[in-house]
């Protein structure tokens, strides 16, 4: 007997696609380890991320009520999650009245798709784009070439990045893994007429980038590009782009057609409410008062700026995310990296290890949150373990998101699915945690277990335990890489053997019964 097609529609998954750039080949600790070896890294790492933090410190010391814009900060983007919907048909409706076009993308193909076939009828062979960490998550450069249009980056640093053939590894400064020498390199391999002789002075670098990139904006057969945005305000269908070099603006101001992908959380409900972003976001990236270019444009205008605009509203997982009580505040994410720039795993891993297009602590709770952790070799189950649990994310972020707890909550999530899965929940810390927690729930087993420890170290020579085999769950990893000082006397046994001493050496007034010593007189009164 035949099947009937009965052309019921397929529901596509809640999480991102799969296609999406947000999960690596591999878990967090073996990528990690690879990049750990790398020196120039770890130096170009500790140069950028401490000059940034120091001009951060310093801005936001002016400013005396910072406390309470960050949490009201925190209160518009609670606002935003407990009232997405009506906000994004609110969106909808001002950018439509403004003269814009609206399309809705359920994930990373529809996205890629819409842009593609808008690029496509307008004839366009190369789109410039700006800075877009959507467009990067969704694949967009790699989906237009597939259709024979070249996307070409206006940012100095996403054009370092695509003309190396490398990715991002932070989210404000994307090439932080590269230093001048490398990207005098990367130029003169692919950029045609370069000069052989120019230096990596940061000033000729610049200059060869903007000769670049001017020509491609005097030359744009088709005329588009593409943008993500920083904000989008619902009650005026304006959007908010703001950078640091003016060739965003550029690519926002001379195309025919502008199209703008944005994610369904950067919604913000009012126009007033920028005041608060715009002092918030600026101070913790890229630690100024005010970014260099601020642009902010709505709709068409005849004889102004593009003739056609284009708002593609992604969603990719955000739905996912939203539907989390535990992690929803991920989506609260303003994407300044003040996060990154604080954290000590960070700092010496880079971005690359965690294998999405957000890096990071916010990268550790986005990914997993937007994709799903499947299973025990789902490289972003190990994302939530990226993290020394130290809190310095949660006091720099600029509207509060307390990433501690929601990585204590993936990892829980992690642990529970694994318990869940028959076979899965024997990992060297499933047992070792296991064990431990059995030690620590009997008095008499813990209280032998440290007495004895002290004893058995003074049989090994020197202050500290060597390295220990493999074979042994958990400790040999730390024994890799740190000292493991030799345990010395249990707190029980010093403290039985203190009070023998005063038993043998009693003091005045140190047993019942005893003589108190006399009271001093009050300060200020002569003694009798």
Request: with cysteine; net charge negative; proline share 7%.
């Amino acid at each position: 007997m035949s099947t009937v097609d009965l052309g019921i529609p397929t529901v596509r998954p809640q999480h991102a696609s799969p296609s999406s750039h947000l999960r690596g080949q591999r878990g967090f600790p073996a990528a990690a380890r690879d990049e750990l070896a790398d020196e120039t890294l770890r130096g170009n790492l500790r140069h950028a991320t401490s000059t940034i933090q120091g001009k951060r410190a310093s801005v936001v010391r002016e400013v005396r009520d910072w406390q309470k814009l960050r949490s009201a900060g925190s209160a518009l983007k609670w606002q935003v999650t407990d009232h997405l919907p009506e906000l994004l048909e609110q969106l909808e409706e001002s950018v439509t009245a403004a003269g814009g076009q609206v399309h809705w993308a359920r994930d990373a193909e529809e996205a890629g798709e819409i842009v593609t076939a808008l690029a496509l009828e307008r004839g366009a062979q190369e789109v410039l784009k700006v800075k877009s960490m959507a467009t990067q998550e969704i694949g967009l450069n790699e989906a237009l070439a597939a259709a024979g249009i070249r996307a070409v980056e206006s940012d100095l640093a996403e054009l370092i990045v695509q003309l190396a053939g490398d990715t991002p590894s932070h989210i404000l400064v994307p090439a932080i893994h590269r230093n001048r020498a490398e990207i005098r390199e990367i130029f003169l391999a692919s950029m045609p007429d370069l000069d052989p002789s120019i230096t990596d002075e940061p000033a000729e670098l610049a200059e060869a980038a903007r000769r670049f990139l001017r020509e491609k904006f005097l030359d744009m057969p088709g005329s588009v590009a593409v943008s993500g945005a920083n904000f989008a305000v619902a009650d005026t269908g304006t959007l908010v782009v703001v950078e640091s070099e003016g060739n965003g603006r550029m690519c926002l101001t001379l195309p025919k057609t502008l199209i703008s992908v944005v994610g369904i959380e950067k919604i913000v409900p009012s126009f007033q409410d920028l005041e608060v972003f715009l002092q918030l976001l600026p101070r913790s990236s890229t630690g100024e008062r005010m970014n260099p270019y601020t642009t902010l444009f709505t709709g068409v205008h005849e004889g102004d700026g593009p003739e056609e605009f284009h708002l593609v509203l992604l969603d990719n997982g955000r739905t996912a995310v939203l539907a989390d009580p535990e992690g929803r505040s991920a989506l609260h994410c303003i994407r300044c990296s003040a996060c990154l720039n604080v954290c000590p795993v960070y700092q010496r891993s880079g971005g690359h290890a965690y294998g999405s297009t957000y890096p990071g602590p916010i990268g550790a709770i986005l990914s997993p949150l937007m994709t799903g952790m499947s299973g025990t070799d789902d490289p972003n189950s190990t994302l939530p373990y990226a993290s020394s649990l130290c809190g310095a994310c949660y006091d720099v972020c600029p509207v509060k998101i307390d990433i501690p707890s929601v990585l204590v909550h993936l990892r829980a999530e992690d642990v529970d699915r694994r318990r869940e899965t028959r076979g899965d929940f024997h990992g060297t810390w499933d047992v070792a945690l296991k064990g431990a927690s059995r030690l620590m729930s009997s008095p008499r087993a813990y209280d032998l277990a440290v007495r004895s420890a002290g004893p058995l170290a003074k049989a090994l020579p020197g202050k500290n335990i060597g390295r220990l085999p493999g074979i042994l769950p958990v400790i040999p990893g730390w024994t890799d890489h740190r000292d493991l000082p030799k345990p010395g006397t249990s707190f029980r046994s010093w403290w039985d053997q203190h009070r023998k001493e005063r038993a043998q050496h009693p003091v005045v007034g140190d047993r019942p019964g005893s003589a108190a010593p006399e009271d001093p007189a009050p300060r200020g009164e002569e003694q009798s």
